[in-house]
């Protein structure tokens, strides 16, 4: 049985056990909620340099929260394909002023390089077009250079500011429903806990997109919209396990909530971290299938916001949910009463094993935790001799033995049953 103070020992052998092994096992191994204060002072810093770069840095606003021009033509020329590097340095000489961003999308004969940049009037988008058709004679569907196949059009900024106002709306009234949600399913601060792990997630995703200059698009505002789903998810399955473990736990004086609350969480970190890893492929899958591949910036883009926020998310409900948890219920007078008498009882069992001459260190733990640990273990195999039982009487035919015994001829013996 693992120690919960995390040493990874087994108390009864007073062997080590690996790492792999108290993953899978769950019996309280890492000590996560007694660490709270570490974790409450990395995701302290992480959360005043994402807020510090929204604030003095800001974003990297795509061309539909701007407005701009764009334009596009085919990435095949008379002598080559184009690249997105001299599109740009074609559109800078021009006009006198770079581009704001040049890619390419697409692949194959659908490849095209997109050019964005600040509003643009009809002269200024006329001298760049004749400027690209001049210096890369790009191929129209005949395989005949032509100027028709450059196109230009014009983003108004109002659109992204509505999308921007209709995400925002869709935020408020996703975060009231899910706090009525957990209130009433949970408790109150448990809906706290949630909320306040989710602004979490939501302000470090934006805080990287700050620091890494990732373009913020429309793509980017829906993804962000996404993954709020993913991390409240992993967050209820670990307080759905703190309900189980802290039920009546106010009469015993086994463990206390945190204690409880930090065995909840071992119990559902390897479930955690298969999800995770699981929810993450398909997301690197888009990002290189999508934009690696198809050259789509959009699916990029979408991509890039989802990864952020998951791995925000998973650590969030981990690191940061459960622990707060545990000291906005320390706060109330029953759960300190509780933790006293625990502390009182555990005091009582060392002090009964000095006074019966000392036995070994491992039966000593054994004696002040009042099976404190084997409690785990035993409840553990419980479950697992049931869910193979249950496994094993579900593979057998259901046979009763009247009808083995038509099917056999086998007759009655006479004798009567008393």
């Known amino acids: 049985m693992a120690d919960v103070n995390g040493t990874g020992s087994d108390v009864k052998t007073g062997q080590k056990t690996s790492i792999r ?6 019996t309280g191994a890492f000590d996560i ?6 974790w409450y002072i990395v995701f302290a810093l992480l959360i005043a340099v994402c807020i510090g770069s929204i604030g003095i840095k800001g974003f990297n606003l795509g061309i539909e929260f701007e407005g701009g021009t764009q334009i596009q033509m085919p990435a095949q020329g008379a002598e080559g394909p184009i690249s997105e590097d001299d599109a740009k340095e074609v559109f800078g000489d021009a006009l006198g002023e770079p581009a704001s961003e040049a890619q390419l999308v697409g692949v194959g004969a659908a490849a095209a390089v997109q050019i964005r940049s600040n ?17 890369f004679q790009p191929l129209g569907a005949n395989g005949q250079p032509s100027g028709d196949v450059i196109s230009d059009s014009a983003v108004s ?50 805080g990287v997109y700050s620091l890494i200059g990732f373009e913020v698009t429309p793509a980017t505002v829906i993804g962000l919209l996404t993954i709020l789903g993913f991390s409240l998810y992993d967050t209820v399955v670990v307080f759905d396990k703190v309900k189980e473990n802290t039920r009546g736990l106010l009469g015993l004086t086994r463990r206390t909530y945190a204690e409880a609350a930090n065995l909840a969480l071992n119990q559902t970190l390897m479930r955690s971290i298969n999800t995770s890893i699981i929810a993450l492929l398909p997301v690197l899958g888009l990002m290189v299938v999508g934009y690696v591949l198809l050259g789509v910036g959009t699916l990029q883009d ?35 009463q509780q933790a006293a008498k625990v502390r009182d009882r555990r005091a009582n ?17 054994s004696d002040a935790d ?35 015994e038509r099917r056999s001829g086998a007759k009655p013996t006479g004798k009567r049953k008393r």
């Open 349 to 365: 069992a060392a002090r009964r094993t000095a006074e019966r001459g000392g036995t070994d260190s491992a039966e000593a733990d």
């Open 119 to 135: 509003t643009l009037d009809a002269a200024q988008v006329a001298q760049v077009k004749q400027a690209l058709f001049e210096q």
């Open 157 to 206: 900024s109002s659109w992204g500011e509505e999308i921007s106002e209709k995400a925002l709306i869709a935020l408020l009234v996703f975060l009231v429903l899910v706090s009525i949600f957990l209130a009433l399913y949970f408790e109150r601060w448990m809906a706290v806990a949630a909320l306040v792990a989710l602004v979490h997630d939501i302000v470090v995703t934006a």
């Open 302 to 336: 979408l991509a890039l916001v989802q990864m952020t926020g998951m791995l925000a998310g998973v650590l969030s409900s981990l690191l940061l949910a459960t622990p707060l948890l545990v000291d906005l219920k320390m706060r109330e007078p029953a759960f300190q």
């Open 21 to 26: 092994h108290r993953l899978y096992t769950g």
């Open 33 to 38: 909620v007694g660490a709270r204060k570490k």
């Open 370 to 404: 009042d099976d404190f640990d084997a409690g785990d273990d035993e409840a553990l195999a419980s479950e697992l001799r049931k869910e193979k039982a249950y496994a094993a009487a579900a593979s057998v035919p259901n046979r009763t033995p009247k009808a083995t």
